[in-house]
């Protein structure tokens, strides 16, 4: 991240994560929506990369260990436009349109 804070949501999933008081299903659950949260950034954070850094199918295929064509298969085209009106539409995600990319 950029120095940006954290969407309350991912703060609170991470502490229930880590507290190690909490009944470990109630952890399992809480790191099971920290990575479907997150899952669900990847598509902005794509097309942050791609339209503002200039960053190849490649480069981001590489930061998540995929092929490039798996990259742009996944971000590229009418998936692109699905995912990120998804986010844009989710509440736990903020103002939504107005952001390129969480955080």
Do not use: C, Y
Not at 11 to 20: H, P
Not at 37 to 61: H, K, M, N, V, Y
């Amino acid at each position: 991240m950029t120095g940006a804070a954290l969407p309350e949501v991912v703060v609170e999933l991470m502490a229930t994560v880590a507290d190690t008081s909490r009944p470990a299903v109630e952890r399992l659950r809480a790191a099971d929506s920290l990575r479907e949260t997150l899952e669900a950034w990847l598509p902005s954070l794509a097309e942050a990369a791609r339209a503002e850094e200039g960053q190849s199918w490649a480069t981001i295929g590489s930061a998540l260990h995929i092929s490039r064509q798996a990259a742009q298969q996944r971000f590229g085209g009418p998936r692109r436009k699905q995912a990120l009106e998804a986010w844009n539409t989710d509440p736990r995600h903020g103002s939504g349109v107005a952001d390129r990319h969480p955080g």
